[in-house]
Structures are given as C-alpha cells and as structure tokens.
C-alpha cells in the first residue's frame, strides 16, 4: 500500500470516528425516580380475548426475573405493600394465524400474536410514569408434516414471547425511556 494510500486512510478513519464520538453513552443509572428502589409485578391480568393456559403467568415471572437480572439493584416482589412503585400488566388478546400452507392446503407454519398492555406507576408520588396500552408481540412456529414426531411448538414461541416482552418492558422502565417527566 503506497504511503498517500495510507495517510487517505488514516484520515477517512480519523474522520469518520470524530463524529461518532458522542453518539454513545454508557447508561450509568436508571432513568426512574431516585426513591424507586422495590417495584411491585402483580400477577398479569388477561381480558376474554388474552385468555390462554398460562400466557399470563409466564409474562409476570419473565418481567420479575428481568427486573431483578437487569434493574441495577431494584428488588421485585408480587405484592405492592411496601413497594414505591407497581408494574401492571394485562393480556389484552391471543392468537394465532396459519400463515404458511403445505401441498394439500393446511396450515404448517402460525404465527402468534399477543398484545399486551402495561402501566408502571409511581406508589409514593401517585403518578403513571410509563403506559402502553398496545404492546404487540409476535412469533411463529411450524407444525410437522409427520404426526409420529408431532410436538406443539405453541408452548416455547409463547415462551420465546414472554422473555422478550419482559426485555422490552424492562429496559423501557429501567432506562427512564418513555418515562412521563413534569415540565416545570
């Protein structure tokens, strides 16, 4: 590589990463209020249409244990005596959709949709600091054309589901993102 080569590279590099260097910040604290050090996650409620064996249950462990896997220090309890701030969610619907059909027209591939809604409020100041009444989840599985090696793959997509809902709704709370702010 000839030297000009290597100083237009240097240069483009030097360049590029100068105006980057501001782009990306460490989170160093939560984004809740500073007395919020114990959330309350109540079990999942589910409406007639998020009825389904456990979804609710599967998303309030998964939102506990990524509370207390990523919260920097929060603690997590069920009940909301003594807690500074709650966690509620409800199981709005649940469904599930052929998507993909074989050779004789049935259905091999569903996805899974699951909307929830969630609401973080703040017990000491009485005042909603986070609410999405739409959260939407998606997934898919797939049947097996053999019914000796049929297993439902319902189960793990629902699974797969919980956790990343309890990863978005955590890091959205934990982060302060979306979190209301009075504007003096």
């Known amino acids: 590589m000839s030297p000009l080569r290597i100083v237009l590279t240097i240069t483009l ?8 260097k501001d782009c990306y910040k460490a989170v160093t604290n939560s984004g809740l209020p500073a007395h919020i050090k114990t959330v309350a996650v109540p079990a999942f409620q589910f409406e007639p249409r998020g009825m389904r064996f ?11 244990r990524e509370i207390v896997r990523r919260g920097n220090g929060l603690k ?6 003594g807690a500074d701030a709650v966690l509620e969610g409800n199981i709005r619907d649940f469904s599930f959709t052929g998507v993909l059909l074989d050779k004789e ?7 899974v ?4 809604a969630v ?3 703040d017990l000491k100041d009485n005042k909603v600091l986070y609410d999405n009444q739409n959260f939407i989840f998606r997934d898919s599985f797939e049947f097996t054309s ?3 090696s049929f297993f439902n793959e319902e189960d793990p997509a629902v699974e797969r589901m919980s956790k990343a809902f309890a990863e978005s709704v ?3 709370f934990v982060n302060g993102m979306g979190v209301k702010e009075d504007k003096h």
Do not use: H
Request: aromatic share 6%.
């Open 170 to 172: 955590v890091s959205t």
């Open 76 to 81: 997590v309890q069920s009940s909301t005596n």
């Open 113 to 116: 949709t699951i909307v929830t």
């Open 105 to 111: 027209g049935r259905a091999r591939v569903y996805e």
């Open 13 to 20: 590099l030097a360049a590029v990463t100068a105006g980057f």
């Open 54 to 64: 456990r979804v609710a249950e599967r998303f309030t462990d998964a939102v506990m």
């Open 119 to 121: 609401t973080i409020r």
């Open 146 to 148: 053999d019914p000796r």
